[in-house]
Nanobody
Framework: GLHLVESGGGSVQAGGSLRLSCTASGFTSAPSHMGWFRQFPGKEGEKERDGVASITRSGATSYADSVKGRFTISKDNAKNTLYLQMNSLKPEDTAVYYC????????????????????WGQGTQVTVSS
């Protein structure tokens, strides 16, 4: 079956950096896009996850305004791994971060809505202290 496994979460002080990784396995066909979402305390379910960044098979990227210039999404196709480099972290970045994959080959841009993603990882906690 499909598996997305995140790693790299943890605790860091404001201004610090973390790199999240997501290893994908079990896909019968490569997804059209992959992305990172985050879920804040008090929110539940996939629909309550906020898109952070996404990337298409061709390498086009999209970012939420709140992370532009601080976060960078990238992928290593040979390793089936997705990354999220997070710099200049702020306390408001504290959340559970999820990796996701989608199969929407008609989209012309990397989506940031959770409805456009079909497979999800289990999440990894990121805590930024002030």
């Amino acid at each position: 079956g499909l598996h997305l496994v995140e790693s790299g979460g943890g605790s860091v002080q404001a201004g610090g950096s973390l790199r999240l990784s997501c290893t994908a396995s079990g896909f019968t066909s490569a997804p059209s896009h992959m992305g990172w979402f985050r879920q804040f305390p008090g929110k539940e379910g996939e629909k309550e996850r906020d898109g952070v960044a996404s990337i298409t098979r061709s390498g086009a990227t999209s970012y939420a305004d709140s992370v532009k210039g601080r976060f960078t999404i990238s992928k290593d196709n040979a390793k089936n791994t997705l990354y999220l480099q997070m710099n200049s972290l702020k306390p408001e970045d504290t959340a559970v971060y999820y990796c996701a994959a989608g199969w929407r080959f008609w989209v012309a841009y990397p989506p940031l809505g959770s409805v456009d993603f079909d497979a999800w990882g289990q999440g990894t906690q990121v805590t930024v202290s002030s």
